[in-house]
Nanobody, 118 residues
C-alpha cells in the first residue's frame, strides 16, 4: 500500500504563489506515476498535473504555464509549484498515485485547501 500526505496549502492573494508537497511512503516502488487533482465545492475532481517515474509531465490546460510538478526522489516527495494564482484555482488539492499507466488513480492523500482571494 501507498500512503500520501499533502502539505503547503493556505490562503494567497491573486497573482501569488504556493508550493504544495506530497510525501509518499509504503510500497513506493510500485508507483508508476503521481499527480495532483483538485476539487472545488460542488464541482467534480479534476486532474491538474501528472509526473511519471521517468520524469514525463502533463498539465491541464487551465494551469499550463503557471503550475509546475516536480519530484525529489531522495525524499519520495512530489511538489506542485503554483504561480500566478487565480481565484478559480481555489480548491482542495489532492495528491494521487497509480501503479500502471492506463488505470485509475488508486491512492489518494487527504487533501490540502488552497484559497486564492483578495
Amino acid at each position: 500500500q501507498v500512503q500520501l500526505v499533502e502539505s503547503g496549502g493556505g490562503l494567497v492573494q491573486p497573482g501569488g504563489s504556493l508550493r504544495l508537497s506530497c510525501a509518499a511512503s509504503g510500497s513506493i516502488f510500485s508507483i508508476y506515476a503521481m499527480g495532483w487533482h483538485r476539487q472545488a465545492p460542488g464541482k467534480q475532481r479534476d486532474l491538474v498535473a501528472t509526473i511519471t517515474g521517468g520524469g514525463s509531465t502533463n498539465y491541464a490546460d487551465s494551469v499550463k504555464g503557471r503550475f509546475t510538478i516536480s519530484r525529489d526522489n531522495a525524499r519520495n516527495t512530489v511538489y506542485l509549484q503554483m504561480n500566478s494564482l487565480k481565484p478559480e484555482d481555489t480548491a482542495v488539492y489532492y495528491c494521487s498515485a497509480k501503479k500502471f499507466a492506463y488505470t485509475p488513480w488508486n491512492y489518494w492523500g487527504q487533501g490540502t485547501q488552497v484559497t486564492v482571494s483578495a
